[in-house]
T-cell receptor, first 113, second 115 residues
Framework: NAGVMQNPRHLVRRRGQEARLRCSPMKGHSHVYWYRQLPEEGLKFMVYLQKENIIDESGMPKERFSAEFPKEGPSILRIQQVVRGDSAAYFCASSPSSNTEAFFGQGTRLTVV | AQSVTQLDSHVSVSEGTPVLLRCNYS??????LFWYVQHPNKGLQLLLK??????LVKGINGFEAEFKKSETSFHLTKPSAHMSDAAEYFCVVSEGRTNAGKSTFGDGTTLTVKP
């Protein structure tokens, strides 16, 4: 059973472009969580999704950021019109239900130039 | 509401000496607590977890942590540091029995191991 797969591992975008980060949860996992890690900081919760539903988006910035987890395919974190401050590592975790352990992916490191 | 404070941003030890990484938490519920390790440019690896069972929790690579409710602490220890232990360590609190859902991470402690 492959772990949580995130791609790309590294992403470079120019200011104003869009960034799309993908997260394929572990097989059988229908709950996905996105976290952001700014340089030299801990991870900060962004959003919790279940298939086709956003459960908790209290950590998402109000503008430019969106997330989805469609019925088929990976979860996508989309950042529109990226700015330098969006440069960070974005981690995804998945779990089979809301009360079982979540496993983290390797992260996507976004650099905005 | 929940929060976690890692009391030291940097800890430096000599190889073969004990490691102590301190973590205090607050939670409105009976929390679950976790320690993760992150090596440079790598993902997160779960070291150990406390989910209301035994208060002394043993994890991988010789690490252990003790849940002390009266002190709201969950300090991470290891009797003898190894060079490969040099990494970033995160204490995590979650309202619930697992880390699924909205977990709160500490800001991390960087462990340096000197030869």
């Amino acid at each position: 059973n492959a772990g949580v797969m995130q791609n790309p591992r590294h992403l470079v975008r120019r200011r104003g472009q869009e960034a799309r980060l993908r997260c394929s949860p572990m097989k059988g996992h229908s709950h996905v969580y996105w976290y952001r890690q700014l340089p030299e900081e801990g991870l900060k919760f962004m959003v919790y999704l279940q298939k086709e539903n956003i459960i908790d988006e209290s950590g998402m910035p109000k503008e430019r950021f969106s997330a989805e987890f469609p019925k088929e395919g990976p979860s996508i974190l989309r950042i529109q019109q990226v700015v330098r401050g969006d440069s960070a590592a974005y981690f995804c975790a998945s779990s089979p239900s809301s009360n079982t352990e979540a496993f983290f992916g390797q992260g996507t490191r976004l650099t905005v130039v | 509401a929940q929060s976690v404070t890692q009391l030291d941003s940097h800890v430096s030890v000599s190889e073969g000496t004990p490691v102590l990484l301190r973590c205090n938490y607050s939670s409105s519920y009976s929390p679950s607590l976790f320690w993760y390790v992150q090596h440079p440019n790598k993902g997160l690896q779960l070291l150990l977890k406390y989910t209301s069972a035994a208060t002394l929790v043993k994890g991988i690579n010789g690490f252990e942590a003790e849940f002390k409710k009266s002190e709201t602490s969950f300090h991470l220890t290891k009797p003898s540091a190894h060079m490969s232990d040099a990494a970033e360590y995160f204490c995590v609190v979650s309202e619930g029995r697992t880390n699924a859902g909205k977990s709160t991470f500490g800001d991390g402690t960087t462990l340096t191991v000197k030869p």
